[in-house]
């Protein structure tokens, strides 16, 4: 009894030294930000909260494209020639922008509206949004992250949101054991159940990945935590989750970190797949089994933040992602990428795709015709050839002839199918993909340059049954604004730099 007694005590006082602990770092963290002139990061959000609270009416107004962005969401209207952009973040150099505005892209007509409503939720960068048809159309928002400007202060958020596309009405759900606090999850909208899977959190002094995995039923606006045996994959963000043809869930790569020692951590890119199996007997949805699945073809090699769509032809498509290069035991740089693959999920199958630009009728019959030219002239330079060829040694088994060198013709080069002139966007991660009627919609992202973070605006699209070229909507083609810090103390620029290492390390995570 007094050994229990005695470790109760302990425990006591371990709480004890927690809370001092905390309290001391919120109170250096409070002088700092008085110093930036920032208020702590509650406060910033109960200020938005109540301002999007009191919006009276729904605006719809005609604007110009979306501003600069990655870690937003972009999904297809499943009723309207339309796409649906929500929230995101932008860094200059020196601040962090978090949106929560909600555009439309009218597809026939080739404009924006951004629609704002009252109750809307909080700026946010790397949750995730998922659409179906019920009630006219749904969007369900989930999670994500905010930080203030100067990127001392993260939140991370557990909320739950729907838009209803008809009404233009937003409702908070408030349903009790949903996940936990995170970004950099991913969420699939499978049988009226949506599916949370993996993600992180992120205090600045202390980092957890996750693999866990939940359902809420949008019937019973219940959220359950699905405890499924077999091969769990490792805790990750930033991987592929997508609903394949017979039902199951298949998870595909990510990004975690673990920490080796004080102020060293080490990153893990998966290329590793894990499918979710419903047992066949469940009527709840509830019951399900990991198991670890190969896919076949060629696969992206190792990244993360590589985002993925599905089509209504079975396929899934991809496009882009980063890996980290370790050039020392400090720097790291980020490798993006701008190959595009597709999925098949029937028969779990990778493939990289390269586009053939199509060549219209007249050059492509001219090219023919100078073909066939060229074929006729080697016919008539292999007639001399042959004439021309002179036998200097024959035994009956080798036969020797000497004469002038065979030539090459055109046609060959024409049979390789391949096309240089072929334009691609550039390397990116975290871009949106949607997909609208057998056509992708690529927009946005960001890639590095140097020490500068570069977020793009671009939005181009690509008819998945003709695959010959990406067709540019908007071209990116101003100079980002970046600021440098060189006006501050040596003292705050390294702050900044470490400010800088964490952006690119929570972009690269997040999503």
């Known amino acids: 009894m007094g050994k229990k007694d005695k470790n109760k005590k302990k425990g006591k006082g371990a709480e004890k030294t927690a809370v001092k602990t905390e309290k001391k770092m919120s109170s250096k963290l409070k002088k700092e930000l008085e110093a930036k002139g920032e208020e702590d990061i509650e406060t910033i959000l109960a200020q938005l909260e109540k301002e999007e609270k009191a919006r009276l009416k729904v605006t719809e107004t005609l604007v110009e494209p979306p501003s600069r962005r990655l870690n937003f969401s972009l999904v297809a209207h499943p009723l309207k020639e339309e796409l649906i952009l929500f929230g995101g973040e932008f860094y200059n150099g020196q601040k962090t922008f978090l949106y929560n505005d909600l555009y439309f892209y009218n597809i026939p007509n080739n404009t924006w509206t951004i629609l704002k409503a009252p109750g809307a939720p909080p700026p946010r960068c790397s949750h995730q949004m998922v659409v179906n048809s019920v009630n006219k159309g ?7 992250e905010f930080s203030s400007p100067t990127q001392s202060q993260f939140y991370h958020y557990r909320d739950l949101w729907l838009f209803n596309l008809s009404a233009k009405t937003w409702e908070k759900i408030q349903a009790p054991n949903g996940p936990s606090a995170r970004s950099g999850h991913r969420m699939v ?19 957890k990945y996750f693999n866990d995995l939940f359902c809420f039923n949008t019937e019973t606006y219940s959220w359950h935590k699905i405890e499924a045996p077999g091969s769990v994959p490792n805790p990750r ?46 009527q709840t949805g509830l019951k399900w089994k990991w198991t670890q699945t190969k896919l076949s073809g060629i696969s992206p090699s190792s990244r993360c933040s590589m985002p993925i769509t599905i089509a209504p032809n079975g396929y899934a498509y991809s496009f882009g992602g980063v890996f980290d290069v370790e050039e020392d035991e400090e720097i790291l740089r980020g490798k993006f990428f701008n190959d595009f693959f597709s999925l098949d999920l029937e028969k779990n199958n990778w493939r990289l795709i390269t586009l053939q630009k199509r060549k219209d009728k007249t050059k492509l ?36 002839t000497i004469g002038p060198a065979a030539s090459t013709s055109n046609t060959t080069q024409m049979e390789s199918g391949k096309d240089d002139d072929v334009f691609t966007p550039c390397p990116r991660m975290n871009c949106g993909l949607a997909v ?10 960001m890639f590095e340059d140097g020490d500068r973070q570069v977020t793009l605006c671009d939005f181009y699209s690509l008819d998945l049954k003709k695959l010959d070229e990406w067709k540019t909507i908007i071209g990116d083609t101003e100079t980002q604004e970046w600021m440098d810090s060189d006006s501050e103390s040596d003292e705050d620029e390294s702050d900044d730099e470490e400010g800088d290492d964490k952006s690119g390390e929570e972009d690269m995570e997040t999503d």
């Open 436 to 445: 609208k009627h057998g056509i992708l919609y690529l927009y946005g992202g």
């Open 138 to 144: 749904q969007l369900w928002i989930f999670g994500g």
């Open 189 to 207: 909208y499978h049988k009226k159940m949506i599916f949370v899977f993996g993600g992180f959190h992120d205090n600045l002094r202390d980092y």
């Open 237 to 282: 963000s930033g991987c592929c989750f997508v609903p394949l043809i017979d039902g199951k869930l298949l998870v595909y790569g990510g990004y975690s970190k673990e920490k080796l020692k004080k102020d060293v951590d080490k990153g893990h890119f998966y290329t590793d797949s894990f499918s979710l199996v419903q047992d066949k007997n469940d």
């Open 365 to 400: 019959k001219q090219e023919c015709s100078e073909a066939m030219d060229e074929d006729d002239k080697k016919d008539d330079e292999e007639e001399i050839t042959k004439e021309e060829t002179t036998t200097i040694a024959d035994d009956g088994v080798f036969k020797v």
